[in-house]
């Protein structure tokens, strides 16, 4: 049911100067962000744990105001949160119909699109089941299934993957390409830095409440600058005897070394950091993660060689932020 976006009705979306904190004294979540969301774009935002990226999301969809700067323009917006209320009073094909509603579709429409996006998502046995008793996937295929009912000029998607099963997985790349090619834009943050790569228009990074565009340097391979010149992790974990460790481990990190024992040692960067802890403790059977440190940055002198003999400058680990704020 893709629909097509007039070209004289597109919008764009700009943020100019934005900043946002909680509280008067509260620490800024995001300073100075400068963003366009041209119409047909596909935007990937990326980020460490707390660094403001679902923040950043909830000010796209309209779901919360700047403390500073603007927002400019506003294009028919759908959303898709990081985690989505699932314990509601409807069965899911109603909670649809009145979403389909409230986006300004007929009952009719609104009911027809519900019965598309469930099938297409693997869930129309699931339609007359009430969202309560939904399990953890099905109830974020109808949180995918409401962004998508009617056609938004502007899809937001927060780790809108997390959750669903291949199949549903693929379909929901499909309803992006489908979203853009109709002149609708897209801007999404997932964890898996594999995610749509190659597809982006661009992608940004958000460090320390700052927003920057990041560069393709894979372009061959399909694989997007995911800040493997940045901060990185260290991560300690131990698998079964004899055992390597999962090939989306080894994708994901810059260095894995075996240590003593069955132990490995995995250099990660910080923004790929939850994408490999998930694979490891997702394996079959799982690796038992011991630690994750941040690693040491060289001292300057003495970094000719830095494979051999480099003395760590010692780290102040810095307190670890959420982003439910």
Do not use: C
Request: charged share 25%; hydrophobic share 40%.
């Amino acid at each position: 049911m893709a629909r097509e976006v007039p070209e004289r009705e597109q919008q764009r979306l700009r943020l100019e100067g934005v900043g946002r904190r909680y509280g008067r004294r509260g620490r800024w979540v995001l300073s100075g962000v400068d963003l366009e969301v041209a119409p047909g774009a596909l935007v990937r935002i990326e980020g460490a744990n707390g660094t403001g990226k679902s923040t950043l999301l909830r000010l796209l969809a309209g779901l919360d105001a700047p403390t500073e700067g603007r927002i400019v323009g506003r294009p028919r917006t759908a959303y898709v949160p990081e985690r989505f209320p699932a314990a509601l009073p409807f069965t899911a094909a109603d909670y649809l119909m009145h979403l389909g509603t409230v986006h300004g579709l007929s009952r009719a429409a609104a009911a027809d699109a519900a019965d598309e996006w469930l099938e297409r998502f693997g869930a129309a046995e699931h339609a007359r089941t009430p969202m309560s008793e939904l399990s953890k996937g099905s109830s974020q295929k109808v949180a995918v299934a409401q962004a998508l009912l009617a056609a938004p000029e502007l899809l937001v998607l927060d780790e809108a993957w997390t959750g669903l099963d291949d199949p549903a997985r693929g379909e929901l790349e499909r309803a992006v390409a489908e979203r853009t090619a109709a002149g609708g834009a897209v801007v999404f943050v997932d964890h898996d830095p594999r995610r749509l790569a190659g597809r982006p228009d661009a992608t940004y990074a958000l460090v320390e409440g700052a927003l920057s565009p990041r560069t393709r340097t894979d372009r061959g391979t399909g694989k997007e600058d995911a800040g493997a010149d940045g901060p990185h992790v260290i991560v300690r974990a131990q698998g079964p005897a004899g055992a390597a460790p999962p090939d989306e481990v080894t994708e994901l990190a810059t260095l894995v070394e075996e240590v003593a024992g069955d132990a490995h040692r995995i250099s990660v960067p910080q923004s790929r950091s939850d994408a490999l802890l998930r694979a490891l403790l997702g394996a079959r059977p799982p690796w038992h993660v011991v630690s994750v440190e941040p690693r040491p940055e060289p001292v300057p002198d003495a970094a000719s060689d830095p494979a051999r003999g480099v003395v760590p400058r010692p780290r102040t680990p810095e307190p670890v932020e959420t982003e439910n704020s």
